[in-house]
């Protein structure tokens, strides 16, 4: 079946230093990656929409300078948190559709703290 | 965006027992329905779809059930097991539009 890899699965780091976290598809080619936010006790929230090849598309109220995403290969799209502050620790997960397929595979997170 | 929502933040229920997990929206054009299952510090699990043109679909010991006059649907769980004690989503699209939007969760604690 579809796997998706996230990595790292934890990471800390100081405030005002930038965090890159990785998403790849294993074993079958990705056109459309989605990237989501989750809070402690709380839903995921769509950050943005990575299509392969073309800029991101971010949801209503997400910062697309301070969260950069590259879709630069069918297998591995990126999330680089910038300028990181405790206020951006958070689970992020990422999931990953094929093309003509739905977009339920799903990552297994990557916790950030920003200290 | 599309609003979905759960009416219960916290189910408990005896071992053996059957689930009930309900979920509303907002969207009317949804017409594409996942159930997730996340376990702490991991990412969601595909547990069972639904597109709006059926009213229920059946799983291995979960259901799905559509009720599109009043947006609402409805994971159960059959013969609840220790292992079914996690958090559950609903998420809604459009179809073929594959952006998901979730639902607050309800959190399933199973008491042996």
């Known amino acids: 079946g579809a796997v998706v890899s996230q990595h790292p699965s934890r990471v800390i780091c100081k405030s005002g230093t930038s965090v890159k976290i990785e998403c790849r598809s294993l074993?079958?080619?990705?056109?459309?990656m989605f990237w989501y936010r989750q809070f402690p006790k709380q839903s995921l929230m769509l950050m943005a929409t990575?299509?392969?090849?073309?800029?991101?598309?971010?949801e209503q109220g997400v910062e697309k300078d301070k969260f950069l995403i590259n879709h630069a290969s069918l297998t591995l799209s990126t999330l680089t948190v910038t300028s990181a502050h405790p206020e951006d620790s958070s689970f992020y997960i990422c999931?990953?559709?094929?093309?003509?397929?739905?977009?339920?595979?799903f990552g297994s997170g990557t916790r950030l703290t920003v200290v | 965006g599309e609003s979905v929502g759960l009416h219960l933040p916290t189910l408990s229920v005896q071992e053996g027992d059957n689930s009930i997990i309900n979920c509303a929206y907002s969207?009317?054009?949804?017409?594409?329905f996942i159930w997730y299952k996340q376990e702490s510090g991991k990412g969601p699990q595909f547990i069972i779809d639904?597109?709006?043109?059926?009213d229920k679909r059946q799983g291995q010991r979960v259901t799905v059930l559509l009720n599109k006059t009043v947006k609402h649907l409805s994971l159960q769980i059959a013969a609840t097991q220790p292992g079914d004690s996690a958090v559950y989503f609903c998420?809604?699209?459009?179809?073929?539009?594959?952006?998901?939007?979730f639902g607050s969760g309800t959190k399933l604690n199973v008491k042996p």
């Open positions: 999931s990953a559709s094929i093309s003509g397929n739905y977009g339920y595979t």
């Open positions: 074993d079958f080619q990705a056109t459309t």
């Open positions: 990575s299509n392969e090849g073309s800029k991101a598309t971010y």
């Open positions: 969207n009317s054009a949804s017409d594409y």
């Open positions: 639904i597109r709006s043109n059926m």
């Open positions: 998420a809604e699209t459009r179809y073929n539009f594959n952006k998901f939007y």
